[in-house]
């Protein structure tokens, strides 16, 4: 089983990687294989709903998004991790997650998830909300830990003196872990995933 952890932020090495670094190790201490990804700090083209991607399966635009949702399609669980920019998730990670869930929902649908975030001091859960809501509309269970899932800090330093903050990421880890092994059991003991296609057009089309 594997854990794809994705770095929304700019510092390949800060705040956010040292959070996903103690989900990471709580995921590795359970024998579930993981990968820190970080979005690339180029500009990141916004999704232009051009619909293309409907008709050749992926975006139009091949980069980093064409190459992570091929990562995601042999994933299990996913942490997306983002600092707070303004009481809110970073641009790149909101353009990255729009494009990705967009273009490769299918590779999302049914995995478990998880949001986490790193701040100086506020806006960690509003940050959290908006990019939860990728997973509740892509019938993913969504994974939680004993408190919010936020670090705080400027510096890794800093983030390294929350210990609150990173025992909350370690039991985010092990919470996913344990929720992946429910799945695997699942299946082996019959129990099949939903296959809810069915959907109602609304009044507009
Ligand atoms: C443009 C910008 C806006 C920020 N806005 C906030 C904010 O609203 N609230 C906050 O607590 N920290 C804010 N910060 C601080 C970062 O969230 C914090 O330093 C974070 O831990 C950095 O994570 P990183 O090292 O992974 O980049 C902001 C930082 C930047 C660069």
């Given at each position: 089983m594997k854990v794809l952890l994705v770095n929304g932020g700019a510092h390949p090495k800060g705040c956010t990687n040292r959070a996903l670094e103690e989900v990471e190790k709580a995921l590795k201490e359970?024998?579930?294989?993981?990968?820190?990804?970080?979005?690339?700090?180029?500009?990141?083209?916004?999704?232009?709903?051009?619909?293309?991607?409907a008709k050749i399966?992926?975006?139009?635009f091949d980069?980093?998004?064409?190459?992570?949702?091929?990562?995601?399609?042999?994933?299990d669980g996913f942490i997306f991790g983002t600092p707070v920019y303004y009481a809110h998730p970073t641009?790149?990670?909101?353009?990255?997650?729009?494009?990705?869930?967009?273009?490769?929902?299918?590779?999302?649908?049914?995995?478990?998830?998880?949001?986490i975030s790193s701040s100086r001091r506020a806006g960690?859960?509003?940050?959290?909300?908006?990019?939860?809501?990728?997973?509740?509309?892509?019938?993913?269970?969504?994974v939680s830990?004993?408190?919010?899932?936020?670090?705080?800090?400027?510096t890794v330093e800093e983030v390294e003196q929350d210990k609150e903050g990173l025992d909350t990421m370690y039991a985010l880890g092990k919470n996913m872990a344990w929720m992946l092994k429910c799945i695997e059991a699942g299946k082996k003991?019959?129990?099949?995933?939903?296959?809810?296609?069915?959907?109602?057009t609304n009044f507009i089309r």
């Amino acid at each position: 089983m594997k854990v794809l952890l994705v770095n929304g932020g700019a510092h390949p090495k800060g705040c956010t990687n040292r959070a996903l670094e103690e989900v990471e190790k709580a995921l590795k201490e359970e024998e579930i294989e993981t990968l820190i990804y970080h979005i690339p700090n180029v500009p990141l083209q916004d999704c232009i709903a051009c619909g293309t991607c409907a008709k050749i399966g992926k975006c139009v635009f091949d980069d980093c998004v064409n190459e992570f949702v091929e990562m995601a399609k042999e994933a299990d669980g996913f942490i997306f991790g983002t600092p707070v920019y303004y009481a809110h998730p970073t641009g790149k990670v909101q353009s990255f997650m729009d494009r990705i869930f967009y273009s490769g929902k299918a590779a999302f649908v049914h995995k478990p998830a998880a949001t986490i975030s790193s701040s100086r001091r506020a806006g960690s859960v509003t940050s959290m909300d908006v990019l939860n809501k990728y997973f509740s509309i892509s019938q993913m269970p969504i994974v939680s830990s004993m408190y919010w899932n936020e670090v705080h800090g400027n510096t890794v330093e800093e983030v390294e003196q929350d210990k609150e903050g990173l025992d909350t990421m370690y039991a985010l880890g092990k919470n996913m872990a344990w929720m992946l092994k429910c799945i695997e059991a699942g299946k082996k003991a019959g129990i099949d995933i939903p296959q809810n296609t069915k959907r109602n057009t609304n009044f507009i089309r």
